[in-house]
């Protein structure tokens, strides 16, 4: 009779056969892992492969969604619709109803004492306790000023002040027991041409009118119905006619970018160029005027202008950047300083230029290639501040030292040549 094994060996056996279980097991959840990463790999490049050659929109099709718009956010792609109904309103006029919703509670209509058939124009609400921000053209009518709200109801307001130079003004409505809604801001150091931008305005008396566009450029400088230059401003292509000046330019989110300020036409009317200052501007302007009633910066007492390939060709320049100095003020602080301007007359479009006047390149450490550059030194600057001009004089870069800025002012600010 054969005897049965021990026990042990028994136990042993079946743990053997356990263990060679359980690693089969697992050698083939591996390889199945391994074949499905595979496969996801593979996938994944066919995927990027048609988003690549026809983006999203392609990737949808294969999958048979057909669609005519995609909304591309700062925090992803937006492709949602609930449930099984029909499509009502594409992403993109979605995007335009809601920021529209949003943010044309928070536009008002201005009304002057010599204008009370219509409004001047538009303004934003931009603080909780009553500020509103809109152009200086818009309120130099004078007299009381009253605002209509979206929602019909008008109240007074007075004006806290103005700043020509920007045509930005801030008034306020007087003692408004109302909820009032100010727009959220959107540095305009993000801003890119081609970005859609949405404006809310009344033209021709038309309240709360909304259009769309895109930005067309950017940093433009213009001249104002006043003979004043603006720098930095947002050009754009929405429709923008009178009666939206004051009003903003919002970007897809309803984030005000922009003051609607102008419009270049030779009818008066929309021809595809308006243009926006940029809503950092009007914050620091606005900010300015509610502290203080006025905004101080300073200028160079000089009339002056840009240079262009012409005047450097026809002049013979040594330098293909800069402000020319047409003229300084006699007398004044750049006369006395020993800025020098030019002495042969020439003439340049509707005005009169001197030629063979220093070329400024450079205020204290930045460099001066133009107008914009120029500006954007100024309105950082008080009058009284000194300054060190650096200007090409014959060929020579020669240092004035100390040079005092005076008061910019709507009348010197004309002294500048388009």
Same mark, same amino acid.
């Given at each position: ?168 003004? $801030? *008034?306020? %409505? ?5 909820? &009032? ?7 305009? +150091?993000? =801003?890119? /041409? ?87 501007? $009007? *914050?620091? %302007? ?5 502290? &203080? ?7 160079? +007492?000089? =009339?002056? /202008? ?113």
């Amino acid at each position: 009779m054969r005897e049965k094994p021990p026990l042990s060996k028994i136990i042993a056996a079946v743990s053997a056969v356990i263990v060679f279980l359980f690693v089969f097991i697992l050698l083939i959840i591996w390889t199945l892992r391994i074949y499905e990463d595979r496969r996801r790999e593979d996938l994944q490049g066919e995927i990027d492969k048609v988003t690549a050659e026809g983006g999203e929109a392609a990737l949808l099709a294969l999958g048979g969604y057909e669609i005519d718009n995609i909304f591309y956010s700062d925090d992803g792609l937006i492709l949602f619709e609930e449930g099984d109904k029909d499509w009502l309103y594409s992403a993109d006029e979605l995007q335009n109803i809601s920021v529209y919703r949003q943010c044309a509670p928070s536009v008002v209509e201005i009304y002057t004492e010599n204008n009370l058939s219509g409004a001047t124009g538009c303004g934003v609400i931009i603080s909780s306790d009553g500020y509103i921000v809109t152009n200086t053209h818009v309120v130099n009518a004078g007299g009381s000023l009253s605002v209509k709200f979206h929602d019909g109801s008008v109240e007074d307001a007075f004006l806290v002040g103005t700043d020509p130079v920007t045509d930005i003004a $801030v *008034i306020r %409505v007087d003692d408004s027991t109302r909820m &009032l809604m100010p727009l959220a801001f959107r540095s305009a +150091d993000e =801003l890119v /041409v081609g970005q859609k931008v949405i404006a809310i305005g009344s033209p021709y008396g038309y309240s709360w009118s909304q259009s769309v566009g895109t930005i067309s450029a950017l940093e433009r400088t213009v001249t104002s119905s006043q003979g004043v230059s603006l720098s930095m401003l947002i050009q754009t292509d929405a429709q923008i006619n009178p009666g939206n000046s004051g009003g903003p330019l919002l970007d897809g989110k309803g984030n005000m970018i922009g003051l609607i300020t102008a419009i270049y036409s030779t009818s008066g009317s929309a021809q595809g160029v308006s243009f926006a200052i940029p809503v950092n501007t $009007v *914050i620091e %302007v606005a900010s300015e005027i509610i502290r &203080l009633g006025h905004v101080d910066r300073g200028t160079l +007492d000089i =009339l002056c /202008v840009e240079l262009n390939p012409m005047i450097v060709d026809y002049a013979s320049l040594p330098v293909s950047e800069g402000i020319l100095i047409s003229q300084v003020i006699p007398a004044g602080e750049a006369d006395s300083a020993g800025l020098r301007g030019g002495s042969r007359a020439v003439q340049y479009g509707n005005s009169v230029i001197y030629l063979g006047g220093d070329v400024i390149t450079a205020l204290d450490d930045t460099p001066v290639r133009g107008y914009s550059d120029y500006y954007a030194f100024m309105a950082a600057s008080d009058s009284g501040d000194k300054v060190d001009v650096t200007v090409n004089r014959n060929g020579d870069e020669i240092v004035i030292k100390n040079v005092p800025l005076v008061e910019q002012t709507l009348e010197n600010m004309r002294w500048v040549i388009r």
